[in-house]
Nanobody, 118 residues
Framework: QVQLVESGGGLVQAGGSLRLSCVIS????????MGWYRQAPGKQRELVAG???????NYADSVKGRFTISRDNAKKTVYLQMNSLKPEDTAVYYC????????????WGQGTQVTVSS
């Protein structure tokens, strides 16, 4: 079965940086699109950044120019480099393996807390 294990969250001051990591078990990692999502208290979960199996990336407007998503297929790991952090970035961040056509299950990481102080 598929398991996603996240790490790298923590408490930082505004303007600081963090790098989140997500290690994914299972076969055929390289064919899956991957995404980072976040959810703040009282708000809906939102897509922060995505990366396709081919390496194409996309970002929420609120993080463009500050966050970078990348993947290392040999390590079966997805990263989210977060720079110039703002208090409004405070949320629980989740890694997700995106569904392929015909697949029933969604696979999410457990979430990691990112807190940015002003």
């Amino acid at each position: 079965q598929v398991q996603l294990v996240e790490s790298g969250g923590g408490l930082v001051q505004a303007g600081g940086s963090l790098r989140l990591s997500c290690v994914i078990s299972g076969s055929f990692f390289s064919i899956y699109d991957m995404g980072w999502y976040r959810q703040a208290p009282g708000k809906q979960r939102e897509l922060v950044a995505g990366i396709t199996s081919g390496g194409t990336t996309n970002y929420a407007d609120s993080v463009k120019g500050r966050f970078t998503i990348s993947r290392d297929n040999a390590k079966k790991t997805v990263y989210l480099q977060m720079n110039s952090l703002k208090p409004e970035d405070t949320a629980v961040y989740y890694c997700k393996r995106e569904r392929r056509r015909g697949q029933r299950d969604d696979y999410w990481g457990q979430g990691t807390q990112v807190t940015v102080s002003s």
